[in-house]
């Protein structure tokens, strides 16, 4: 199973970015996707998370919230980080991740994408 992200640069305080990140290779079912996020000298903190099962259940940090949008396109195994109105204390590698079972009898597993950085200046 890989996880793949596009979308990251350099943008300007108040811009806006897209990310995307896809999953592929041998998968069952998908349960969670999300985005985590990682500054210089600090630990990884999750930043949106989307359940695929049912109406999708949505959660975000606070410090995003009302800017950023998460949502996913289940047939592509794809998820999607709309991020508006950015700040510089956004500036970070973001990190898909994706809860993933490989066959039905099989466990889920937490798989993580390669990064992409985000910077915005001010």
């Known amino acids: 199973v890989q996880l793949v992200e596009s979308g990251g640069g350099f943008v300007q305080a108040g811009d806006s970015l897209r990310l995307s990140c896809a999953a592929s290779?041998?998968?069952?079912?998908?349960?969670?996707m999300g985005w985590f996020r990682q500054a210089p000298g600090k630990q990884r903190d999750l930043v949106a998370t989307?359940?695929?099962?049912?109406?999708?259940?949505?959660n975000y940090a606070d410090s995003v919230k009302g800017r950023f949008t998460i949502s996913t396109d289940n047939a592509k195994n794809t998820v999607y980080l709309q991020m508006n109105s950015l700040k510089p204390e956004d500036t970070a590698v973001y990190y898909c991740n994706a809860i993933i079972k490989t066959a039905a009898w099989s466990p889920d597993f937490q798989y993580w994408g390669q990064g992409t950085q985000v910077t915005v200046s001010s």
């Open positions: 290779g041998n998968i069952y079912s998908i349960s969670v």
């Open positions: 989307i359940t695929s099962v049912g109406a999708g259940n949505l």
